[in-house]
C-alpha cells in the first residue's frame, strides 16, 4: 500500500481543514487507518484511527470532538475533517495504514505511511 497525504496548509485558529489520505493497492478496506501528527521538537503523536472496514473509531482526547476521521473505500481514500483548529495543532500530519481488524493507537501498530502534509494554525 503507498498512502498519499495532501491537504494542509495555513488557518487562522478556530477555522477549518480537511485532510485526504489516497491510497494505492488492493483491499483499502482491509486495512485499519490512522492519522497522527508531530509538532517541531515534539515526538509524534496518536491523533485518530479507524478500524478495518471503518467499523470503529478512536480519538486522542485532544482532539475529541473537533475532528472526524472517515474513509470513502470506492475512492480509497481516507481524510481527517479538523474544525475549531487551535495553534496546538500545528504540526505535520501523517496517514498509516496497519494489517489487522483492531483499533490501532501506536505508531509501531502500522505498516504503511504516507509522506506527512503540513498543517499551521496560526493565532
Known amino acids: 500500500v503507498q498512502l498519499q497525504a495532501s491537504g494542509g496548509g495555513l488557518v487562522q485558529a478556530a477555522g477549518s481543514l480537511r485532510l485526504s489520505c489516497a491510497a494505492s493497492?488492493?483491499?483499502?478496506?482491509?486495512?485499519?487507518m490512522g492519522w497522527f501528527r508531530q509538532a517541531p521538537g515534539k515526538e509524534r503523536e496518536f491523533v485518530a484511527t479507524?478500524?478495518?472496514?471503518?467499523?470503529?473509531?478512536y480519538y486522542a482526547d485532544s482532539v475529541k470532538g473537533r475532528f472526524t476521521i472517515s474513509r470513502d473505500s470506492a475512492k480509497n481514500t481516507m481524510y481527517l475533517q479538523m474544525n475549531s483548529l487551535k495553534p496546538e495543532d500545528t504540526a505535520v500530519y501523517f496517514c498509516?495504514?496497519?494489517?489487522?481488524?483492531?483499533?490501532?493507537?501506536?505508531?509501531?501498530?502500522?505498516?504503511?505511511w504516507g509522506q506527512g502534509t503540513l498543517v499551521t494554525v496560526s493565532s
Open positions: 498509516a495504514a496497519g494489517i489487522g481488524r483492531t483499533i490501532k493507537r501506536y505508531s509501531h501498530e502500522y505498516d504503511y
Open positions: 493497492g488492493r483491499a483499502f478496506s482491509s486495512y485499519t
Open positions: 479507524n478500524s478495518y472496514f471503518g467499523g470503529s473509531t
